[in-house]
């Protein structure tokens, strides 16, 4: 069975620490939820994972089937199954979504293997159906002049596309009305199954009636303050976040 | 006048008579000679007489008493002076109106014309009261008296500055009292041979500010030129120095709204300003010029590292305005800022802009300019950015917004980005607008006439940089853009 | 004749008593007036003729640009020096059909092609009937002057550019051989595009192209022109094969040293009420090429014209581009895409001249820079009084590769109208690392992900076309360009 285990992350944006001594395994089959207020370091976790070069990571790992990935290029992470769904996804002029995720897949594929354009173009076309996307976006640049529902769902098409074995879901909710919030849904629970694990940031619990986690973690300055089921993220939206701050966060500390 | 000093117009213009100058057209005199035909009944302790020459710089050098040195450096300004040609090449052919040699350089202090207050023309004096000026500085300000009550003003914040270590003199008293420190940063930003004009400032100075904060020191609050406008500040080439020393921070604000009768139709100032490693100074000018002056002033500033210099310039009135704040940005995380604001009204030119010289890694500067062309006014910005080779994560951005107010009122925008590298991020983006005639309807709906309307507008349009200004001046600000609207629409 | 030099007429001085025939001047004088003879009694109208020898001596009396010229500012001056330019020689109307494949752009359907080759056009197809019997005419220069001369001198010179190039647009009209005229009388629509190809071989070879273009009310037409350098010196004319052309390949590509080479090319598009024009233009001279190409676009009434200038070659480039909005609702797009590499200087100067009410234009200029290359890119909008209603728009993105290259940019406005839209933007830029995160995140190689950031970039540009085989030839070609670089 695959795992992403987070193990004991310190990370820091120059000399300033952002999150501060994270664990998290998470297996396939798996959905996690992160929860907990803004500037917690929730998305900063995201991205790390994701290896964006403007962090540090100065203490701990994040090891995938058993190997660091700490030393991997953002794409090497990507093809080797990490998949993050962007909070603000890129907006790139001039280069369209279907050139994009063309070069994606391929990139997935083994050198000199070419790809079936025309099996591409229906899986394409039925995960576009699915999601409610106009197949005239296959055309547009990515994301540029895209609403903020599209923008979202787009992500999420990129995720079926390139079937990854983790995804990390950084606010995916946020900015969707409740119509796009279903698709969304729907999309990623089509990919539940045990190869597939996720790992859910989200400020807000709303998504998670949609998207019932297994485990839901409560972030609060850099650390998982408390660890539990489902029912946390409902006594989290009932007690408010004023209950991480006063309560939670001295007990964990 | 005093026996040994020679002066350099006698032989060919033994007492000037202003009255006959009036007759003619007078360069000199700085309003409207129709209105008020002024006399000035002045006998003048020390006058350089009218044109320029040796004999006129060493005239202006030796009433001062100054040293050898700053001689020489005005002799050789001179010389780069007439050297140089008018920058007509790029700049408005309008220059070759300026008739040098008709020029009065050096009138020494306390000797501003007088007028009476009988004299000053209805339109100012009601100016002056709509602007709500008070009795002693609308006399002042009209020209009438040479200076009001402000000296006790102005010797308080020196005292309270004082005891801070912080210097704040005129520059004749700054070059004479703290030579050492003077020399160090003077004409150090602003080379003699920047440009014709800073040639002539340098060449024919007197008056302005010298400033000095020792390091560390926070000066509370802004010093004003206005405090001290007897000690020969509104000179037509004043030479103002300003020098924050590491940590240190001051803000400076020169000028007034209030509209101002310059007796010459060239004013030519120099400013430089040193901020050291991670001062602060925010120079604030806000002024209003009769409209048959040409401003043509040199203002820049030298940052050093994780310094900063925020020019905020407002400029209103004058026959042509060119003055471009600059920031050369010379150690690392140096921030510069350019806020400017220009109105131009019928026959007026207002030129202005920004420079922003990158020197080092990232640096960041930012320029907003917003200007309003009413009537046949004409508003130009004029920028420069560069970014040198070799450095690395240089930011600048560039915002220019022009408000036009009648069909044919102009504005021209003349932006120049120089890019080395590839390490680097400029922005510049320029707008142009009118009223939107849909917000006047709305307002005239809710009852306001078309010309309050207009003047809401105008006022929302500055609005965001106009709250940048220290309250006062943004108060004022607003009324003196109303009554520049008025007129305007219909 | 004897190949004549081609100097400044501004060079030096003659020293008093220096026998004259020996000084540039002279040389220059007798050259061009041996050039001259050949074209008298050629058939070509008087008229031009005569314009001929008035833009001769404009081009003598003309002093160089001077660093005091703010429509040079920026650029390179020591490197408009004319000395050692061969003149072309003068065939002037008698052009040798031979059976000569233009070499370089990628194919796509065309409706006729026109191709020169140094100073004499070596091929062409012939327009379809049907187009020629409506009275299209696409001809080389000489031979449109000498069939149609009364048609077209109204047209000739009409609106020129002006933006700093005065000197060297003379010396284009004074030498000008090569070169297409295409009109299309009104309401004609052409479908597919029309090609002209230039090349000029060898070194210190000159050329002066001039293409007009007429559409009347109501026509449609689309007008490729490529231009390049090609490397053998020319055999008798006609004598040269297929093979030998594909032999000499392209000056970019071999290991010799760049051609050097001088080129002014003039180019006049007149579009009538409601016509519909594209142009574009593909610059791939010899990268030791000096090249100045000047550009007229007038647009009457609801007329809409659309210009795309590509840039790959010359050392030395500069294109001058003023388009006219003549009449309300003329429309111009102004676009332009580059890249710069090497040491080379692309140096574009624009004006977009709005002279009537409801008149739009829409100026987009990219530079790709790499290298030591330096682009400038200075452009002016200019709203007349009275032109109200005017929606005009300018931008300039330069996208830069490298640490040694260098973008100045001056976006200008001078608007003398209040009801106006008018906006420009100018920046100036690396590859954005948040893009390029983005795109290797979903697993794109490093290597991959900055190309399709960067023909991304190009794009933005191409997608301005309408028509998609033209659109995907050019494309295509752009992407091989920068392959190659």
């Not at chain 1, 900063?44 to 090891?63: E, F, M, N, R, S």
């Not at chain 2, 003077?186 to 080379?191: A, D, N």
């Not at chain 3, 109200?388 to 109208?417: F, H």
């Amino acid at each position: 069975m695959s795992s992403l285990e987070i193990r004991d992350l310190h990370i820091a944006i120059g000399d300033k620490p952002i999150v501060k001594g994270l664990s998290l395994t998470l297996r396939g089959g798996e959905v996690h939820a992160i929860m907990g207020p803004n500037g917690t370091g929730k998305s900063t976790l995201a991205k790390v994972i994701a290896g964006h070069p403007d962090y540090t990571v100065t203490q701990g790992d994040v090891i995938l089937d058993g190997k660091s990935i700490r030393d991997m290029e953002p794409d090497e992470r990507a093809r080797a199954g990490i998949f993050l769904a962007f909070q603000y996804p890129s907006e790139i002029p001039g280069v369209s979504l279907a050139n994009f995720l063309r070069a994606a897949v391929q990139a997935r594929i083994p050198e000199g293997e070419e790809l079936d354009a025309v099996a591409y173009y229906k899986r394409l076309y039925a995960k576009m159906d699915h999601l409610k996307i106009d197949r005239k976006f296959t055309s547009r640049a990515i994301n540029e002049g895209f609403s903020g529902g599209e923008k979202k769902r787009v992500e999420i098409l990129q995720m079926m596309m390139l079937e990854p074995d983790f995804v990390l879901m950084d606010e995916t909710d946020s900015g969707l009305d409740i119509d796009a919030l279903r698709i969304v849904a729907d999309g990623i629970n089509s990919m539940r199954g045990a190869s597939f694990g996720a790992l859910i940031i989200t400020h807000y619990q709303r998504l998670l009636d949609y998207i019932v986690p297994d485990f839901v973690h409560v972030m609060y300055d850099g650390r998982i303050v408390k660890s539990g089921g489902k029912e946390i993220a409902l006594e989290l939206e009932a007690k408010g976040y004023d209950w991480v701050q006063n309560e939670l966060a001295p007990a964990a500390s | 006048m005093t026996a040994e000093l020679a002066h350099p117009a006698a032989t060919a213009e033994a007492a000037p008579d202003l009255r006959a100058d009036a007759q003619q057209a007078n360069p000199i005199a700085g309003i409207d000679q129709s209105k008020g035909d002024f006399t000035y009944d002045v006998e003048y302790a020390y006058d350089a007489g009218v044109g320029l020459s040796e004999a006129t710089v060493r005239y202006i050098s030796q009433v001062k008493k100054e040293a050898p040195w700053l001689l020489d450096f005005r002799l050789k300004a001179l010389k780069k002076f007439e050297s140089m040609p008018l920058p007509t090449h790029w700049a408005t052919k309008d220059l070759e109106n300026i008739h040098f040699d008709k020029i009065r350089y050096y009138l020494s202090q306390g000797q501003q014309p007088k007028r009476t207050w009988d004299e000053v023309p209805d339109d100012i004096k009601e100016t002056f009261e709509r602007l709500g000026i008070p009795e002693q500085e609308r006399k002042f300000l009209a020209g009438v008296e040479a200076q009001f009550d402000s000296e006790a003003a102005y010797s308080n914040i020196k005292s309270i500055v004082a005891k801070q270590g912080v210097i704040f003199v005129n520059s004749t008293e700054g070059l004479r009292e703290h030579p050492e420190l003077f020399r160090k940063f003077f004409g150090k930003v602003i080379p003699t041979g920047d440009n014709k004009f800073a040639a002539l400032n340098s060449a024919v100075f007197s008056g302005g500010s010298f400033i000095y904060v020792p390091p560390g020191v926070k000066v509370a609050q802004p010093l004003q030129a206005y405090f001290r406008i007897n000690a020969e500040n509104f000179g037509q080439f004043e030479r103002t120095l300003i020098i924050a020393d590491e940590g240190a921070e001051v803000d400076y604000m020169e000028g007034c709204t209030a509209p101002k009768f310059s007796t010459s139709t060239l004013h030519s100032a120099v400013v430089e300003l040193v901020a050291l490693k991670g001062a602060k100074i925010r120079y604030i000018t806000v002024q209003n010029w009769a409209n048959n002056v040409f401003n043509l002033v040199t203002k820049r500033g030298l940052a050093h590292e994780e310094a900063e210099i925020k020019w905020i310039d407002c400029n209103i009135g004058s026959r042509l305005t060119m003055k471009y704040p600059g920031v050369i940005l010379r150690g690392r995380k140096a921030r510069g800022e350019v806020i400017s604001i220009a109105l131009a009204n019928d026959g007026q030119h207002q030129d202005t802009g920004a420079k922003m010289i990158h020197a080092a890694d990232e640096t960041t500067s930012n320029i907003i300019s917003k200007s309003i062309s009413v009537g046949q006014g004409r508003a130009t910005y004029r920028g420069l950015v560069q970014m040198g080779k070799g450095l690395k994560g240089c930011k600048n951005n560039t915002q220019c917004d022009a408000l036009l107010i009648n069909t044919n009122s102009r504005t021209d925008t003349y932006p120049a980005i120089t890019v080395r590298g590839d390490k680097h991020a400029t922005q510049h983006e320029a707008s142009v607008s009118k009223v939107s005639e849909e917000l006047i309807f709305y307002m005239q709906q809710r009852g306001l006439t078309e010309a309050q309307a207009m003047s809401l507008s105008v006022n929302g349009f500055i609005n965001d940089l106009a709250s940048q200004f220290p309250m006062e001046y943004s108060v004022e600000l607003k009324r003196l853009i109303d009554l520049e609207m008025e007129g305007s629409v219909g | 004749m004897p190949l004549p030099s081609l100097e400044t007429p501004h060079a030096a001085a003659t020293p008093a008593g220096a026998p004259l025939s020996d000084s540039p001047e002279r040389r220059l004088e007798n050259s061009f007036a041996a050039h001259f003879a050949q074209q008298q009694n050629s058939g070509l109208p008087d008229w031009w003729l005569e314009a001929r020898q008035k833009a001769w001596e404009r081009f003598a009396a003309l002093p160089l640009p001077t660093r005091l010229d703010e429509r040079w500012r920026f650029s390179k001056l020591s490197g408009l020096a004319l000395e050692g330019y061969t003149l072309p020689k003068g065939a002037a109307n008698t052009y040798p059909h031979v059976d000569y494949q233009c070499p370089t752009l990628p194919p796509f359907e065309r409706a006729a092609t026109l191709c020169f080759h140094g100073q004499t056009m070596v091929h062409g197809t012939e327009l379809p009937a049907e187009l020629s019997a409506r009275g299209v005419i696409f001809a080389p220069l000489p031979i449109a002057l000498a069939e149609h001369g009364d048609l077209l001198r109204n047209y000739f010179h009409k609106y020129p550019a002006e933006l700093g190039s005065e000197k060297f647009t003379a010396l284009n009209t004074a030498l000008a051989t090569t070169g297409a005229v295409l009109y299309v009388p009104a309401g004609v629509e052409i479908d597919q595009p029309l090609l002209v190809e230039h090349s000029v071989e060898g070194s210190h070879s000159a050329a002066f192209p001039h293409t007009l273009v007429i559409l009347g009310e109501r026509a449609k037409a689309t007008l490729v022109e490529h231009f390049a350098s090609t490397a053998t010196a020319t055999p008798a004319a006609g004598a040269r094969t297929l093979d030998e052309v594909a032999r000499g390949g392209t000056a970019g590509s071999e290991a010799a040293p760049p051609l050097r080479q001088f080129i002014t090319a003039v180019s006049e598009l007149h579009a009538a009420p409601s016509a519909q024009l594209t142009y574009i233009g593909v610059q791939d001279w010899s990268l030791g090429a000096l090249a100045l190409h000047s550009s007229s676009i007038a647009a009457q009434r609801d007329a809409r014209v659309l210009s795309l200038n590509l840039h790959f070659g010359g050392a030395q480039v500069r294109h001058e581009s003023h388009s006219r909005l003549l009449a309300p609702g003329a429309h111009s797009d102004i676009c332009s895409l580059s890249i710069a590499h090497g040491t080379q200087e692309y140096d574009q100067r624009t004006l977009q001249t709005h002279a009537a009410p409801n008149t739009s234009s829409d100026l987009l200029y990219k530079n790709a820079l790499l290298g030591h290359a330096h682009t400038i890119f200075s452009g002016l909008i200019v709203v007349d009084p009275d032109a109200q209603k005017t929606d005009a728009y300018q931008s300039n993105r330069n996208l830069i590769l490298s640490p040694d290259a260098t973008a100045d940019s001056l976006p200008g406005l001078e608007i003398q109208a209040n009801d106006v839209r008018c906006t420009h933007g100018a920046t100036s830029y690396r590859i954005d690392p948040e893009q390029l995160y983005y795109l290797r995140s979903r697993g794109i190689p490093t290597a991959q992900a900055n190309e399709m950031l960067i023909f991304g970039f190009f794009e933005e540009v191409m997608s301005r076309l309408s028509e998609p085989a033209l659109h995907d030839a050019l494309a295509a070609f752009i992407q091989s360009k920068f392959k190659e670089i």
